[in-house]
């Protein structure tokens, strides 16, 4: 499975970004797909996640309200529409993907396929 992440940009405060994640091989067999992100000096956080089958989400406290994760199996795409973002928000966000059972979708571990990085920087 190969991930392709795109849609970063410069926003400013309080404005709206939507990122995408096209999945290409065998996407037909995968079991959840999530956002990280990781900004420079930090370590790789979760964002958010979302099960193929049914749909459910889960998301990071600090996004909660702000974001949404929702996907599109017709077109093996992931996408992380964000709203109101915030300075904090500013990070390279990278989507990660699983064809195997997750017990716990906030780690980074239990995920095997990953995209490159976009670049998300938010302006006060």
């Known amino acids: 499975v190969q991930l392709q992440a795109s849609g970063g940009g410069l926003v400013q405060a309080g404005g709206s970004l939507r990122l995408s994640c096209v999945s290409s091989?065998?996407?037909?067999?995968?079991?959840?797909a999530a956002w990280f992100r990781q900004a420079p000096g930090k370590e790789r956080e979760f964002v958010a996640s979302?099960?193929?089958?049914?749909?459910?989400?889960e998301y990071a406290d600090s996004v909660r309200g702000r974001f949404t994760i929702s996907r599109d199996n017709a077109k093996n795409t992931v996408s992380l529409h964000m709203n109101d973002v915030k300075p904090e928000d500013t990070a390279a966000y990278y989507c990660?993907?699983?064809?195997?059972?997750?017990?716990?979708?906030?780690?980074?571990?239990?995920?095997?396929?990953w995209g490159q990085g976009t670049q998300v920087t938010v302006s006060s």
């Open positions: 091989g065998r996407s037909a067999y995968l079991y959840a």
């Open positions: 979302i099960r193929y089958r049914g749909g459910a989400t």
């Open positions: 990660a993907a699983t064809d195997t059972v997750v017990r716990n979708m906030r780690l980074r571990g239990e995920y095997e396929y």
